[in-house]
């Protein structure tokens, strides 16, 4: 079985500061992990994804992930918090052919 | 891009009628499309996994028979909530990918308020 949790509910940052949002997850087998974002009353919109390849992947918007194995973690950061970015954070795992399985979700607030 | 739309964006029903959201591919064939319920201030919960042509898969808990999924053709599925109560009032979410393995592209979401 496979499980995302995100540390942290509700994460507040100053505009222009360092975002961070973290996700650790549980998989038996090496899985396809992804980061979402959600606006009020709307659907997800991936921000990136990690398949294979580059432990390092860069996303929309400025965002990026790390997919770290030792440490089954695939955190988010941004160097930069924008206003815009405050949103619902969604990290979610992929194990089986088409499945995914979302972790509970961080709120980002971005203070001016 | 692939994009996924979803209709209505919002809907009003009375306690124990019949409320139908679709979830349209616009631009890809999607040979699975997937129906998520998302509670305030909480993640999505996958309710049930269809495919083109064939039954939908419900997840445990999922009541088939108060959920009805259609997926008649590769670019359209229904999920009808029959009987509404209040308890079934969220946001359902659906997504379609266009084949095994390929990504999930979201809908914008329904919010179903059963007054």
């Known amino acids: 079985a496979q499980s995302v949790t995100q540390l942290g509910s509700h994460v507040s940052v100053s505009e222009g500061a360092l975002v961070l949002l973290r996700c650790n997850y549980s998989?038996?087998?090496?899985?396809?992990l992804f980061w979402y974002v959600q606006y009020p009353n709307q659907g997800l919109q991936l921000l990136l994804k990690?398949?294979?390849?580059?432990?390092l992947v860069k996303g929309i918007n400025g965002f990026e992930a790390e997919f770290k194995k030792s440490e089954t973690s695939f955190h988010l950061t941004k160097p930069s918090a924008h206003m815009s970015d405050a949103a619902e954070y969604f990290c979610?795992?992929?194990?089986?052919?088409?499945?995914?399985?979302f972790g509970s979700g961080t709120q980002l607030t971005v203070l001016p | 891009g692939a994009v996924v739309s979803q209709h209505p964006s919002w809907v009003i029903c009375k306690s124990g009628t019949s409320v139908k959201i679709e979830c349209r591919s616009l631009?890809?064939?999607?040979?699975?499309m997937f129906w998520y319920r998302q509670f305030p201030k909480q993640s999505l919960m996958l309710m049930a996994t269809?495919?083109?042509?064939?039954?939908?898969?419900?997840e445990q808990g999922v009541e088939k028979d108060k959920f009805l999924i259609n997926h008649a053709s590769l670019t359209l599925s229904t999920l009808t909530v029959t009987s509404a109560h209040p308890e079934d009032s969220s946001f359902y979410i659906c997504?379609?990918?266009?084949?095994?393995?390929?990504?999930?592209?979201f809908g914008p979401g329904t919010r179903l308020t059963v007054t």
């Open positions: 997504s379609a990918t266009p084949g095994p393995g390929g990504e999930q592209y």
């Open positions: 998989s038996s087998v090496p899985p396809y």
């Open positions: 990690y398949t294979t390849g580059a432990t």
């Open positions: 979610a795992v992929r194990q089986s052919a088409r499945q995914l399985t």
């Open positions: 631009d890809f064939q999607a040979t699975t």
């Open positions: 269809s495919n083109e042509g064939s039954k939908a898969t419900y």
